[in-house]
């Protein structure tokens, strides 16, 4: 057998998953498809999020909070096996709310959850006063905030640079330019065969694919019901920093850029950024802090989410096909931590049924059973 585990995919979710199996001494190779591949990891927001996350489902706010939890160590053990700061920050983060109105059904449904939550949910609620307080530069438009404390931010092409040179440091086999077409079971383990046709085996396989997945995972007995979510994200000029805090809209990157984001659009396969919504994402940051009026913009562009129809992350082990496994999810930067440190435990388990984490069974694939 040429490998223990192969992790098809080579994105946050790809690269995490292949970390945490290789610390856990376990033989790896990735396969990743060609530069021309869609790759939300290259264009996301880079937000280590747990507000707002799991309103209506607890079991994803805990898993959540406990990869936010995870995410000092992880970043910790990154920083020092390659030598690179991820630039972490967790002081917490800002659900902004221009209206009276949409800040208490916001606080509304996080007292909801923090019920659920058995009242460990800590956030507090500024009004425009206390917001200014801690953010000088706020507009005026601004009605108030949530701050919740286990929000953060980190460079996410950091991370993806870092996961992507300690997994080849730490021995596994990173094969590019290898798009997976066929995925087999055998008498014993799996076959893969890649776009070139040769065909490769493995005693386990991981399907990491992000939106590749949706012709992959069926292969092997998965339904994979997943579509693409676009959003567009903007970027300003370096800025002396006066954003203290991230938000879901605005947060001010290590180095003194602005990001502004992102939408949410149903357009299929299409990762073009637009005019329309760059301008609205531009007249809303303006009208949070008004100071971004005099900023240039640099770049913009848009890229494309992975979202299961209820929005929450499918960790499956396939029914049919044991030893296969698939892995999605709408926030795999805010995951990284869990997918690195956690999952190995759940992969490397004899038990073929159910996950053996007992709050990974939340995310199989039988909720979409009709
Ligand atoms: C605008 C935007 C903002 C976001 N903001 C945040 C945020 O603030 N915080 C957060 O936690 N998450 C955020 N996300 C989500 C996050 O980026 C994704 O959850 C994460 O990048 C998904 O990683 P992935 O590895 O599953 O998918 P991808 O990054 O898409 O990677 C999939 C990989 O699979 C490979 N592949 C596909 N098919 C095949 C095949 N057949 N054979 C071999 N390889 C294949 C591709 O080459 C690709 O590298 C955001 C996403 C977007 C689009």
Known sequence: MDTEFAVVGGGIVGLSVAYGLLCSGKRVTVYDEGDTAIRASRGNFGLVWVQGKGQNYPPYAR????????????????????????????RGGYSIHLTEQSLADKVASYE??????????PFEVLGHNAIKQEEPH???????????????????????????QLVRKRGADVITDAAVTRLEPQASGYELQLQNKQVHRAEKIVICAGLGAKTLAPMLGF???????RGQVLITEKMPPFIN???????????????????????GLNDSETIDITAQLARNAMLMY??????????SWAALRIMTPDGYPIY???????GAFYITCHSGITLAAAHALLLPEWLCSRDHGEPSLPSLSAFSEARFNV
């Open 63 to 90: 898993w959540t909070r406990r990869s936010a939890r995870a995410w000092p160590q992880f970043a910790q053990q990154l920083a020092q096996e390659s030598g690179t700061a991820l630039n972490l920050q967790q």
């Open 112 to 121: 909801k959850l923090r019920v659920a939550l058995d009242d460990d949910y």
């Open 138 to 164: 706020i507009g005026p438009s601004v009605a108030g905030a949530i701050l919740h404390h286990e929000d953060g931010h980190v460079n996410p092409l950091m991370l993806l640079r870092t996961l992507a």
């Open 223 to 229: 339904k994979a019901p997943i579509f693409a979510q």
């Open 245 to 267: 805090r991230p938000s879901g809209e605005i947060r001010q990157v290590n180095e003194g850029g602005v990001q502004i984001g992102a939408s949410s659009e149903l357009a």
């Open 290 to 299: 008004p100071k971004l009026a005099s900023a240039s913009l640099l770049r």
């Open 316 to 322: 499956q082990q396939s029914t049919t096909c044991p």
